[in-house]
Nanobody, 125 residues
Framework: QVQLVESGGGLVQAGGSLRLSCAAS????????MGWFRQAPGKEREFVAR????????YYADSVKGRFTISRDNAKNTVYLQMNSLKPEDTAVYYC??????????????????WGQGTQVTVSS
């Protein structure tokens, strides 16, 4: 069992930045690929970014590529999502997730085994 707790969400103006954190506890963090997903009101949960267990490989949704950066600190059991040049369409609840099967994670939420409770990000225009 892995427990995930996100933090760092909030209200920001368009063009601003936020850094989300996801702290993991319970099992060996390095055994899990990590992903960030988001869900806006009335929409399905969508993939944002993922990072391999060792942190060498990262993948992004086209909508955030060049603006968001995912990283992890395995010594601190934490994964981060640095979000720059935020847009109103980035407004959503952001979730981190842990995947114990695939070394580099997956684009599909169904492949993830553990989820955090989410943190709200609101970008005003």
């Amino acid at each position: 069992q892995v427990q995930l707790v996100e933090s760092g969400g909030g209200l920001v103006q368009a063009g601003g930045s936020l850094r989300l954190s996801c702290a993991a506890s319970g099992r060996t963090f390095v055994n899990y690929a990590m992903g960030w997903f988001r869900q806006a009101p009335g929409k399905e949960r969508e993939f944002v970014a993922r990072i391999s267990r060792g942190g060498a490989s990262t993948y992004y949704a086209d909508s955030v590529k060049g603006r968001f950066t995912i990283s992890r600190d395995n010594a601190k059991n934490t994964v981060y999502l640095q979000m720059n040049s935020l847009k109103p369409e980035d407004t959503a609840v952001y979730y981190c997730a842990a995947d114990q099967v695939y070394y580099s994670g997956s684009y599909y939420s169904r492949e993830y085994d553990y989820w955090g409770q989410g943190t709200q990000v609101t970008v005003s225009s």
